[in-house]
């Protein structure tokens, strides 16, 4: 649904700690990220059941997920919140009179951006993802931030 790279600037001192710490750096990295990506899922599933309701908003609340993985180059990755492979079908509605070719729409994606009934009706968007991360996004930020120290402390401490 919503893509957010989040790149730490500023921090030569704190990227030259990770990578001397390897293997470890990058997994306290990726708890931290993991934990702060987490506080919003959690609002986003608190928006699709206040925003959207009923058995619609469940199922979305439900099947939002964190998830990460590896991009092409080595060492980098990603996180990001979507709807698990489990819902998908549970989503997906195929229109049996449409003009566009596959007549299908993703319910999650109509409801975030909006859509065009094809009598002409325009449902305008109710963001529930994008209000979850703009709402949150600083209490995500501390809370990776916090983790990166505890980390690297930890960490440090342990060798």
């Known amino acids: 649904m919503i893509g957010v790279d989040i790149n730490v600037t500023g921090a030569k001192e704190l990227d030259a700690a990770l990578l001397r ?8 990295l990726k708890k931290a990220v993991t934990k702060g990506a987490n506080v919003i899922l959690k609002e986003a599933r608190k928006n699709a059941k206040t925003k959207i309701g009923g058995e619609m908003g469940g199922l979305i609340a439900k099947y939002l997920i964190s998830r990460v993985w590896k991009r092409k180059h080595a060492h980098l990755w990603a996180r990001n919140i979507r709807v698990s492979k489990d819902g998908n079908e549970q989503f997906v509605h195929q229109a049996k009179n449409s003009k566009y070719k596959s007549g299908r729409t993703y319910i999650p994606t109509a409801i975030e951006y909006g859509h065009t009934f094809p009598n002409g009706t325009f449902v305008p968007p109710n963001s529930f993802m994008r209000a979850a991360f703009d709402s949150k996004k600083g209490d995500a930020r501390r809370v990776t931030i916090s983790e990166i120290k505890q980390g690297v402390k930890r960490d440090f401490n342990k060798r």
């Open 21 to 28: 710490l390897g293997k470890v750096g990058e997994r306290v």
